[in-house]
């Protein structure tokens, strides 16, 4: 037998001895080299991704804002104030940060400058996930494979094209450059990483709360990857910090937390506290979230269509959960490809309401362990057959790059989201009720009220949609439908307060001068120390006619908020009257 071959034999019984035990070469290149000498040796593959990502989502630059960006950039005040960035509600935050800096050289005019940075956002994860993998594997080839199927997932899309979606992919970045300094900490065993890896999740978890916790998830699979043997040198003298850091962050995190559940219980039907029923959330989520990865053909921003039966959906998580436990004992690398899936999305899957129960965002960083997956599969059956495994791998690169570029035409503008949006999830209230939105900023009411009132359909008690349907009622003159829209609404939310503006306000129109009074009273009972809300009583005074009382109110706001200038204003008007009786 030749030199060759023996070398061979050896070097494959060598790596199949490796993945039996879970432990990797302790002088591997790829983390002598780090993370620059990755780069440098492998730049030619990299240009190659980049460009392809780029031919992918040039036509998403083109896209509008859209949804949440108005509230983030086009409507934000705070948006070119630099100081906010120092403030507790925004320290740190990369989302407010790049938008701040996007703002303060291009203005708010052109959504193309936030589209760019978000592209550009998302070569940096290709960059970083590629040296991820290369490293946590020790394997160019299924480094390579894994990054191009990464590239061209589907279900990225809402991430890269959107721009509030960004968020998700500064996580990533900030998550695996932690995960990759841990790495190299552990490795190398200096404290020059450690204290990186420290920093990058820092600045992951200033920029959004409870998803920057996948880290501990991740290292505890990397753990199990590797063996705890080797890592028993330097773990042994940092492992107490882990728990330590995370009740730490834990407890920065709950404010914030409860403000999640708020906006998230607002938009689930019904109400139902603060925790989904696990019994339902884990089986459907988790089968929903593979089946977005396999078959990304129903994309939608709101996921609410869960057809799949109950019982489909806990077959489907069993046998999820018996290949990791096979694969644990078996082969590690499709232990750790398929634990990462929802090691990375785990804090989103939190049985507490922080967020929705499904949202192709969340699964951003998750989808690198499936396309890892995916490369294994690929890889090993390309060492039995020769034309299979490349006709799949092809398959999936097109399929990919066709679905994503024309998931890209479903962000271009509010309109055709929505319209996308409810064709997928016809049973999203939301969805409705955003369209309604839309139609109205297009002046077509006919429509807009159909759009909210199929919202309530859908949610029978979803306030804000009888709101917005009695707000499109008021302006084509129908008073009277506006009326019972808005009563219905604090009927169901008694603390809208815009619906009694707005209630007051017809009010006024028809003389219902009582009506205006008692609207009023309740409105000002819903926060006795808003001085607008004690304008609005001086106002009803004054056009029923008791001028008095109107003057008394005013002035009595001007004793506790002296600059209020509409009570400055209205004073000073009724006392020019000589009518006015004091």
């Not at 890896?197 to 978890?205: E, H, P, T, Y």
Request: hydrophobic residues 50%; positive net charge; charged residues 15%.
């Amino acid at each position: 037998m030749s030199q060759r071959k023996i070398k061979k034999l050896k070097k494959e019984s060598q790596v199949v001895a490796n993945e039996e035990s879970g432990l990797l070469s302790n002088t591997s290149p790829y983390i002598e080299i780090g993370f620059w000498g990755v780069v440098r040796k492998y730049w030619k593959f990299l240009t190659i991704l980049l460009v392809l990502a780029s031919l992918l989502y040039f036509n998403s630059l083109a896209g509008n804002f859209v949804s949440d960006d108005y509230a983030s950039i086009t409507q934000f005040p705070n948006i070119g104030d630099f100081w906010y960035m120092f403030s507790k509600d925004s320290y740190a935050n990369s989302m407010y940060m790049t938008n701040h800096f996007i703002y303060s050289f291009f203005g708010s005019d052109s959504p193309i400058p936030y589209h760019f940075v978000s592209f550009v956002s998302y070569l940096l994860v290709l960059v970083v996930g590629f040296v991820f993998v290369l490293t946590v594997f020790e394997n160019e080839t299924l480094a390579m494979v894994a990054m191009l199927l990464f590239t061209v997932m589907p279900i990225h899309v809402e991430a890269v094209s959107w721009i509030s979606g960004r968020l998700y992919v500064l996580l990533a970045i900030y998550i695996l450059a932690s995960m990759l300094n841990f790495i190299y900490f552990i490795n190398r065993g200096k404290y020059k990483n450690l204290i990186l890896s420290f920093l990058f999740f820092v600045l992951a978890f200033q920029t959004d709360k409870p998803r920057p916790f996948a880290l501990f998830f991740i290292i505890l699979i990397y753990m199990f990857f590797v063996g705890w043997n080797r890592l028993k040198k330097y773990f042994s003298k940092i492992w107490w910090m882990l728990p330590v850091v995370m009740v730490v962050f834990v407890y920065l995190a709950i404010p914030y937390t409860n403000v999640r559940i708020d906006v998230v219980n607002s938009g689930i039907n019904g109400s139902g506290g603060i925790f989904y029923d696990p019994f339902f959330q884990y089986p459907t989520a988790i089968a929903k979230y593979l089946q977005l990865l396999w078959f990304p053909i129903d994309l939608t921003l709101y996921h609410t269509m869960y057809v799949i039966p109950i019982w489909l959906n806990w077959s489907i998580l069993i046998v999820y959960l018996t290949m990791l436990v096979y694969f644990y004992f078996n082969d590690k690398r499709y232990f750790f490809a398929l634990a990462f899936i929802f090691a990375a999305a785990a804090p989103s899957m939190a049985p507490v309401k922080v967020s929705w129960l499904v949202a192709e965002r969340y699964m951003f960083l998750g989808s690198l362990g499936f396309a890892i997956f995916l490369a294994l599969i690929i890889l090993d059956l390309s060492k039995y057959l020769k034309l299979i495994p490349s006709v799949l791998f092809i398959s999936l690169l097109v399929f990919g790059m066709v679905r994503t570029f024309l998931r890209n035409s479903d962000w271009t503008t509010n309109h055709d989201l929505w319209v996308s949006t409810c064709i997928v999830s016809p049973n999203s209230h939301n969805a409705w009720n955003n369209i309604g939105d839309d139609y109205d900023k297009l002046k077509d009411y006919s429509n807009a009220i159909k759009g909210f009132t199929q919202s309530t359909i859908v949610k029978p008690n979803y306030a804000d949609a009888y709101h917005n349907r009695a707000n499109i009622f008021y302006k084509v003159g129908r008073l009277d439908l506006a009326r019972e829209s808005y009563q219905t609404a604090i009927r169901l939310n008694p603390n809208l307060y815009q619906t009694y503006m707005s209630l007051i306000q017809i009010d006024l129109m028809e003389k219902k001068f009582d009506l205006a009074l008692a609207n009023t009273n309740r409105l000002i009972d819903s926060d006795r120390n808003n001085p607008q809300f004690k304008y609005i009583l001086g106002v009803v005074y004054v056009q029923s006619g008791d001028l008095a009382k109107g003057v008394e109110t005013f002035e009595s706001i001007l004793k506790t908020n002296p600059d209020f200038e509409q009570a400055k204003k209205a004073l000073a008007e009724l006392e020019k009257s000589p009518t006015t009786k004091k």
